[in-house]
């Protein structure tokens, strides 16, 4: 604030009287509201304080926001530069192209007429989105590089990080995607399904690895499975008994109780039969007899149910059934977010 205004000459300005010698002392320091001569019938409106107060704390603001962009990015030139720069991730793509990218895909896929708060928050930020790649642009063809980075930093309110600008895109581009996915065809609702699935699982990969390349965590991916293998194997081997233990109980369990509580006992053995599954050698052991005929059931109306476990499933190629427990509940996921079986 009084980087803005002296602190002397603070006071003065909040009652609107101008920074002249009327105010100082002979030796130029401001005088105090109590030593300084008033002048006559000068009167003190409140109003016009507030007004001046708000006046200050605006170029307090607009101060900061100028010297935090600065300290943020203190070379405009190469920020601006960046955004048309595609080695900045892997899709090879600049952040440019991809703010284009979703601009274009927002307007080609509209909201609802009907759903009134959507429509509202859509065109805001499709408004923000615009304004930003408009600056952007206009900065590189007249070089007035400082202001615009200062006005994206504003309407993007980088004053939070991204979070504000972030969670707008999720919530919006979600909701286009619903409405999009409604308005498919069933193989085409699948086909978004898988492509949803896949992203989110490379992206969990790549974080793992620390590498940007597929064809690297496909390499980690290929030197870890003989070593996963063979501990589940070991796994199986020294816990095989209390397994087994573990599901003799659960069947008795089962045909002891009622209803409830019996498909209770009858799910924590579905559970672990499936699991069971995702071990190599499983096929070759004598837990398959306790396994018989289970499957997992619709976790809400409508939902997908998994196979049921047959010999035939138990005995299948490992590649067929390790994934059988994870590709279940991916469906239910899938299901309950975006409405696809």
């Given at each position: 604030?009084?980087?803005?205004l002296?602190?002397?000459?603070?006071?003065?300005?909040?009652?609107?009287?101008?920074?002249?010698?009327?105010?100082?002392?002979?030796?130029?320091?401001?005088?105090?509201?109590?030593?300084?001569?008033?002048?006559?019938?000068?009167?003190?409106?409140?109003?016009?304080?507030?007004?001046?107060?708000?006046?200050?704390?605006?170029?307090?603001?607009?101060?900061?926001?100028?010297?935090?962009?600065?300290?943020?990015?203190?070379?405009?030139?190469?920020?601006?530069?960046?955004?048309?720069?595609?080695?900045?991730?892997?899709?090879?793509?600049?952040?440019?192209?991809?703010?284009?990218?979703?601009?274009?895909?927002?307007?080609?896929?509209?909201?609802?007429?009907?759903?009134?708060?959507?429509?509202?928050?859509?065109?805001?930020?499709?408004?923000?989105?615009?304004?930003?790649?408009?600056?952007?642009?206009?900065?590189?063809?007249?070089?007035?590089?400082?202001?615009?980075?200062?006005?994206?930093?504003?309407?993007?309110?980088?004053?939070?990080?991204?979070?504000?600008?972030?969670?707008?895109?999720?919530?919006?581009?979600?909701?286009?995607?619903?409405?999009?996915?409604?308005?498919?065809?069933?193989?085409?609702?699948?086909?978004?399904?898988?492509?949803?699935?896949?992203?989110?699982?490379?992206?969990t990969?790549?974080?793992?690895?620390?590498?940007?390349?597929?064809?690297?965590v496909?390499?980690?991916?290929?030197?870890?499975?003989?070593?996963?293998?063979?501990?589940?194997?070991?796994?199986?081997?020294?816990?095989?008994?209390?397994?087994?233990?573990?599901?003799?109980?659960?069947?008795?369990?089962?045909?002891?109780?009622?209803?409830?509580?019996?498909?209770?006992?009858?799910?924590?053995r579905?559970?672990?039969?499936?699991?069971?599954?995702?071990?190599p050698?499983?096929?070759?052991?004598?837990?398959?007899?306790?396994?018989?005929?289970?499957?997992?059931?619709?976790q809400?109306?409508?939902?997908?149910?998994?196979?049921?476990?047959?010999?035939?499933?138990?005995?299948?190629?490992?590649?067929?059934?390790?994934?059988?427990?994870?590709?279940?509940?991916?469906?239910?996921?899938?299901?309950?977010?975006?409405?696809i079986?």
């Open positions: 604030m009084y980087d803005v002296r602190a002397g000459y603070a006071p003065f300005f909040l009652i609107d009287v101008p920074d002249d010698d009327s105010i100082r002392s002979p030796e130029g320091t401001y005088l105090t509201l109590e030593t300084w001569k008033k002048p006559a019938g000068f009167t003190v409106d409140l109003e016009k304080v507030t007004t001046k107060f708000n006046e200050w704390v605006l170029k307090a603001n607009a101060r900061v926001k100028r010297e935090l962009a600065q300290i943020i990015q203190p070379d405009t030139l190469q920020t601006i530069t960046g955004a048309f720069d595609p080695s900045f991730n892997r899709w090879k793509i600049s952040p440019m192209t991809a703010l284009n990218n979703i601009i274009l895909f927002l307007e080609k896929n509209p909201p609802k007429a009907d759903d009134l708060a959507f429509t509202k928050v859509y065109a805001d930020t499709l408004d923000k989105l615009k304004k930003i790649h408009t600056k952007v642009v206009a900065a590189v063809a007249t070089k007035e590089l400082a202001t615009p980075v200062e006005e994206v930093y504003e309407l993007a309110q980088l004053k939070f990080g991204t979070v504000v600008i972030e969670t707008r895109l999720d919530m919006i581009l979600r909701l286009t995607i619903l409405t999009l996915i409604e308005n498919s065809t069933p193989d085409d609702q699948a086909l978004v399904a898988q492509l949803l699935a896949a992203n989110r699982f490379n992206d990969l790549t974080r793992a690895s620390g590498s940007d390349g597929l064809s690297g496909r390499r980690d991916i290929g030197r870890a499975k003989p070593y996963t293998i063979k501990n589940l194997n070991s796994f199986l081997e020294i816990f095989g008994d209390n397994i087994e233990r573990i599901l003799r109980k659960l069947i008795q369990e089962e045909e002891a109780s009622k209803k409830t509580v019996a498909a209770s006992f009858r799910y924590a579905t559970e672990m039969c499936f699991l069971l599954l995702g071990v050698d499983f096929g070759s052991s004598n837990l398959g007899q306790y396994c018989e005929g289970l499957k997992f059931t619709s809400v109306a409508g939902g997908p149910e998994s196979e049921v476990l047959t010999s035939e499933v138990m005995d299948a190629d490992y590649n067929d059934r390790a994934c059988a427990y994870r590709d279940y509940f991916r469906k239910s996921r899938i299901f309950d977010t975006w409405g079986k």
